[in-house]
């Protein structure tokens, strides 16, 4: 059963910062890795999708990468501004047959001080 | 492109009603999963829907049941609700069955009192 841990459940950085939310999971079998972000009470916005072949996606200031021999992805956010404040979820998923699921950590709640 | 939009966004229900919450998928996306998230926690799987049928269930009791129709629109549907059913339930539709990117809608917050 694959579970996702999110480390730190909290952040808070000054503007301008540089920082990086950790993701580790625990079946390395999973297939692709996907990170949202998440604005209090809404849905779930897409950020970046890393493939099973690849190791790491980039969108303009964010960078993420996947090591499934280590059961890690991390998510790098550069020059941090106060709109990045959010809750930041990864998700990985794995293939039950053909059952393409997520399985979710708890989220990196982000605040980004002016 | 339309994206993915639910209905209602906000319900409240007493304990052992029954509700019915809708999901539109994105335009050509014939795959839907409904997730749950409980307050301060990540979505839980509920199950998927591939072209109308059922293609897998996550830990969740059978009065939780769902429907997709053949325009690829969503209902999950809950029986005998309970208050642990609060939560914001979400629905995400991606294209075909694949691990390609789920685009998830806004949500509906359903409150059992």
């Known amino acids: 059963k694959q579970e996702v841990t999110q480390i730190p459940a909290a952040l808070s950085v000054p503007e301008g910062e540089n920082l990086v939310l950790n993701c580790s999971f625990t079946?390395?079998?999973?297939?692709?890795l996907q990170w949202f972000r998440q604005d209090p009470g809404k849905g779930l916005t897409s950020l970046l999708l890393?493939?099973?072949?690849?190791r790491e996606q980039t969108s303009g200031r964010l960078n993420a990468s996947l090591d499934k021999s280590s059961g890690r992805s991390t998510l790098y956010i550069a020059a941090s501004q106060p709109g990045d404040s959010a809750t930041y979820l990864c998700?990985?998923?794995?293939?039950?047959?053909?059952?393409?699921?997520?399985?979710f950590g708890k989220g990196t709640l982000l605040t980004v001080n002016p | 492109e339309t994206g993915v939009t639910q209905s209602p966004t906000h319900l409240i229900k007493t304990r052992g009603q029954q509700v019915t919450l809708r999901c539109s998928s994105q335009?050509?996306?014939?795959?839907v999963s409904w997730y749950q998230q409980a307050l301060g926690q990540g979505p839980q799987f509920i199950f998927q829907?591939?072209?109308?049928?059922?293609?897998g269930r996550g830990n969740f009791p059978p009065r939780f049941s769902g429907l997709q129709f053949p325009n690829y629109s969503s209902e999950l549907n809950v029986n005998a609700l309970e208050l642990d059913d609060s939560a914001l339930y979400l629905c995400?539709?991606?294209?075909?069955?694949?691990?390609?990117?789920?685009?998830f809608g806004p949500g509906t917050r359903l409150t059992v009192l």
């Open positions: 995400a539709s991606s294209l075909e069955l694949s691990g390609d990117t789920q685009y």
């Open positions: 079946d390395s079998a999973i297939y692709n």
């Open positions: 890393i493939q099973s072949s690849q």
């Open positions: 998700a990985g998923y794995n293939s039950g047959g053909s059952n393409y699921k997520l399985t």
């Open positions: 335009s050509g996306h014939n795959t």
């Open positions: 829907y591939y072209r109308e049928e059922e293609n």
